[in-house]
């Protein structure tokens, strides 16, 4: 069954420092999204992504954050200037058809120190 | 604003039981309802969507109260293997392109 594959499976980084997250989505799907999850807490949106362009963003999805669909496969979050509260799971997500289930990919945990 | 609500937990039931979590959303222009499940620091998979007249996979029982606005899942004959987190999932007919809202999930633990 085809996933979607996320790197790196854990970054650990320096509160301040860029992060960048990979995903790669399902290969014949065209809706993208980015979820977190803060440990013990519930999966929130961030932000979802179509035609290479933003279409929702949440009110965590403030200007520090960025997304980008670089070539035909990768779909990546950046965090500019990383804070101790964007410590959290991020899940990458893709559709086929929109309104359709979403499939996760299995995270990058994201560590911030 | 609390989107989805659902009892937190812990189910505690014994191989075989049958077990029924609870949901109740606050927009009622909600428009597609899902039940995912998470295993512990994993990713939410997709367990069954929920239609209005209601749907049942092998087990796995969904119903759905739009007048309630009210989400239930129904696991009969439970398995060791059900043990995890239930997310109740929503989408809002203003959504662009299905923003989801997750519940905090329920979780259940079957014991031999």
């Known amino acids: 069954e085809p996933e979607v594959t996320q790197t790196p499976s854990h970054q650990v980084t320096q509160m301040g420092q860029e992060v960048i997250l990979r995903c790669v989505p399902i290969s014949n799907h065209l809706y993208f999204y980015w979820y977190r999850q803060i440990l013990g807490q519930k999966v929130e949106f961030l932000v979802s992504?179509?035609?290479?362009?933003?279409?929702?963003k949440s009110e965590i999805f403030d200007d520090q954050f960025s997304v980008e669909r670089p070539d035909g496969s990768n779909f990546t979050l950046k965090i500019r200037s990383t804070k101790l509260e964007d410590s959290a799971m991020y899940f990458c997500?893709?559709?086929?058809?929109?309104?359709?289930?979403?499939?996760f990919g299995d995270g990058t945990r994201l560590s911030i120190l | 604003r609390k989107e989805v609500e659902q009892d937190p937990g812990p189910f505690n039931v014994p191989e075989g039981a049958t077990v029924a979590f609870n949901c109740t959303y606050s927009n009622s222009a909600s428009q597609s309802f899902f039940w995912y499940r998470q295993d512990c620091r994993k990713e939410p998979k997709l367990l069954m969507s929920v239609y209005s007249s209601g749907n049942e996979d092998g087990r796995f029982t969904a119903q759905l109260n739009r007048a309630s606005q009210y989400i239930s899942l129904l696991i009969r004959d439970s398995k060791l293997s059900d043990s995890a987190t239930y997310l109740c999932v929503v989408v809002d007919r203003g959504s662009t392109l299905g923003r989801l809202y997750f519940g905090r999930g329920t979780q259940l633990t079957v014991w031999p």
């Open positions: 997500a893709s559709s086929e058809v929109e309104g359709q289930p979403q499939h």
């Open positions: 992504f179509y035609n290479n362009e933003i279409s929702e």
